[in-house]
T-cell receptor, first 113, second 114 residues
Framework: DGGITQSPKYLFRKEGQNVTLSCEQN?????MYWYRQDPGQGLRLIYY???????QKGDIAEGYSVSREKKESFPLTVTSAQKNPTAFYLC????????????FGPGTRLTVL | AQSVTQLDSQVPVFEEAPVELRCNYS??????LFWYVQYPNQGLQLLLK??????LVESINGFEAEFNKSQTSFHLRKPSVHISDTAEYFC????????????FGTGTRLLVSP
């Protein structure tokens, strides 16, 4: 089945540690996205990538980093510089053209203790 | 740049009653619009979309939305809700200018009670 997978579903980390969230898609989509979701704030764009080896900052990129070495993969690293990293993180992908319908993964809930 | 407003953060309704979830957008160019639904601790699923053509669009589970350009709105409606419709609903807008990011509203939580 085609789709987007995110792992792990739940992640716990100590304050000050970097952590990497995985996102893989087999939809042959060119574009991939990372969003952060907090209660009452909707989805906020962290980073997005239109093609392999290229990515752009979204609205809240500070404290995060990404890579796009393969079309299928777009991992997100939450660094120790992110002041409030506890949130629900959603990965999405799209064809990357007009009518940019995005398909979402199941999400990773990160809790920093 | 485009923006989306979902004025209602929460909408309580009784089962089998009609419901409307409001979405207004702002953009200086032509747009396309989506409604997504999110169940607890899950990702977003596409509910319906307006790309062009007919302004009334429907989903397979009884929801519909109407694109109103003059009022810059894309309200979501269902004539009779079920308990299983309890979820959070997000409106999103994109601009017809090549590759563009989607902008999402803050979401409306639909609470259906018996």
């Amino acid at each position: 089945d085609g789709g987007i997978t995110q792992s792990p579903k739940y992640l716990f980390r100590k304050e000050g540690q970097n952590v990497t969230l995985s996102c893989e898609q087999n939809l042959n989509h060119d574009a991939m996205y990372w969003y952060r979701q907090d209660p009452g704030q909707g989805l906020r764009l962290i980073y997005y990538s239109q093609i392999v080896n290229d990515f752009q900052k979204g609205d809240i990129a500070e404290g995060y980093s990404v890579s796009r070495e393969k079309k299928e993969s777009f991992p997100l690293t939450v660094t120790s510089a992110q002041k409030n990293p506890t949130a629900f993180y959603l990965c999405a992908s799209s064809m990357g053209r007009e009518y940019n319908e995005q398909f979402f993964g199941p999400g990773t809930r990160l809790t920093v203790l | 740049a485009q923006s989306v407003t979902q004025l209602d953060s929460q909408v309580p309704v009784f089962e089998e009653a009609p419901v409307e979830l409001r979405c207004n957008y702002s953009s200086s160019v032509s747009v396309y619009l989506f409604w997504y639904v999110q169940y607890p601790n899950q990702g977003l699923q596409l509910l319906l979309k307006y790309l062009s053509g007919s302004t009334l669009v429907e989903s397979i589970n009884g929801f519909e939305a109407e694109f109103n350009k003059s009022q810059t709105s894309f309200h979501l409606r269902k004539p009779s809700v079920h308990i299983s419709d309890t979820a959070e609903y997000f409106c999103a807008v994109g601009e017809n200018t090549g590759f563009q990011k989607l902008v999402f509203g803050t979401g409306t939580r639909l609470l259906v009670s018996p």
